[in-house]
DNA sequence: TGCTGTGAATCGCTTCACAGCC
DNA sequence: GGCTGTGAAGCGATTCACAGCA
């Protein structure tokens, strides 16, 4: 879920459930590779099976798109990635530039599955002089004095932050006052934007983190195993194998 | 998210939301950063305020871990500091190899927030010949035919894989092979492991879809004149138009 | 007085189980 | 018979509101 929600509560005409959009790019990529194979439809049990989760859970959510499915079938698989690309508005294309050029920012800039699905990296920007002009994947870095004549002329509403975190929020203000309303947010620093701005975050640190919270526990469980008598150890194993399945993507609100 | 995985939920008396451990490292950021200024202790208010959390959610989520705060006064910074380092396997060190030394990778190696957390890049692993010897951020790359090796030797739990997709399962049934029980997945794959492995992922292409879903749903949403509630920003609202049903799918193919 | 800690109410997501249709 | 679509139950997380303590 993203934080700047424009706080009205149910403006919509038709509210699908964060958690469920939070999917839709899965069953997307999951039903793109089964377009390419040429498979012409596919259960939801198959297709959960290829999305990594669990059937009824998808059910539910094409249920929220409409009735796209075929009792005793299936789903069409050409009609349901054209369904949930426009549900996704990837019918459309989206110009998205790249704050900070540093390895991240060119990992991002070279990622191939940004032209794929209806994004295009529409300018690379960077704070570095020596940087300006330089050409990564293809697309020359510009300086960021120029970023808000970027954003007007690209008509720019997405943008990737991949600064260092002392330059994030003022990035994220620039870029806010251009007229950018959805932030990626790379930099480990949780930024403020006003109203009707979202943003999302990757942290790698707190990816780990997390991690290391179950690794530890689990590693707390193997010594605890063979005592068997005591309750609390005991508790403790029983929450073990259980993935953390977070399923709300690595990525938390801002 | 991992694939397979026992339903057992979580325990209730000793157990720790997970939602509740995802926030954790957040807490930790924003009062490592108080720490550094010397702030002697803090209130709910004003750290939910620096984690980007309501205050009501962070007194619950402490009261998971214990009593650590002071009526009246709030919490101890440094003490608390301590707490959820240790609540989250901090006070250890963890030895993580990166696998895949491309762009991202690099990013990967390169980034700071690595060694001051626990985590120790205990070894880079690529499968480009090339690459191995070469030092990036100070490690040399190894080849990936001593993987096992590498992991053994290091005692390493913890892997990061940043490859191209395709080679993201094998290397993961590698990982796993070799003992390695949680992975953090920057390929846009869904991994499939055993019970007990835990994986969580990281995908660009996920969260910019998402993005652009809510981006799309602020466009339409001119026609809301209802109440009050006016969404800043109001420049550039047009470009995404909501594509019509009836023509053939836009996307293509990754 | 001020702020924590927490039961109780609430919300939203997941899962179940089966009716409905091909 | 097989598989979708969905009301209803279940469950975890969030929020409320206030009791309890420095």
Not at 101 to 126: H, P
Not at 183 to 196: E, K, M, W, Y
Not at 226 to 252: F, L, N, T
């Amino acid at each position: 879920m993203a934080t700047g929600r424009t706080h009205r509560p149910a403006t919509r005409s038709r509210g699908i459930p964060e958690a469920t959009v939070a999917r839709l790019p899965l069953y997307l990529r999951a039903l793109t590779a089964l377009s390419e194979r040429s498979v012409p439809t596919v259960s939801s049990e198959e297709l959960a099976a290829a999305a990594g989760v669990n059937s009824a859970k998808l059910r539910k959510d094409f249920s929220y798109l409409g009735s796209y499915g075929t009792r005793g079938v299936g789903y069409d698989v050409e009609y349901l990635v054209y369904q949930i690309s426009r549900e996704l508005g990837l019918t459309q294309d989206w110009p998205v530039v790249i704050v900070g050029i540093g390895n991240l920012g060119a990992a991002l800039a070279n990622y191939g599955g940004f032209a794929s699905r209806g994004f295009r990296v529409a300018a690379l920007i960077d704070a570095d002089p020596a940087m300006a002009g330089k050409p990564v994947a293809g697309i020359p870095v510009q300086h960021s004095d120029d970023l808000e004549k970027i954003i007007e002329d690209n008509g720019v509403s997405i943008g990737v932050i991949a600064t260092p975190a002392g330059a994030a929020q003022p990035v994220c203000d620039r870029l806010v006052a251009a007229g950018v309303t959805s932030i990626l947010n790379f930099a480990p620093t949780v930024l403020s934007v006003p109203d009707g701005v979202d943003v999302r975050k990757v942290d790698l640190s707190i990816e780990l983190q997390i991690l290391a919270f179950h690794e530890q526990r689990k590693a707390g469980e193997e010594s605890a195993a063979g005592d068997g008598a005591h309750p609390a150890a005991a508790a403790r194993k029983e929450a073990a194998d259980q993935g953390p399945d977070g399923d709300i993507p690595a990525v938390m609100p801002a």
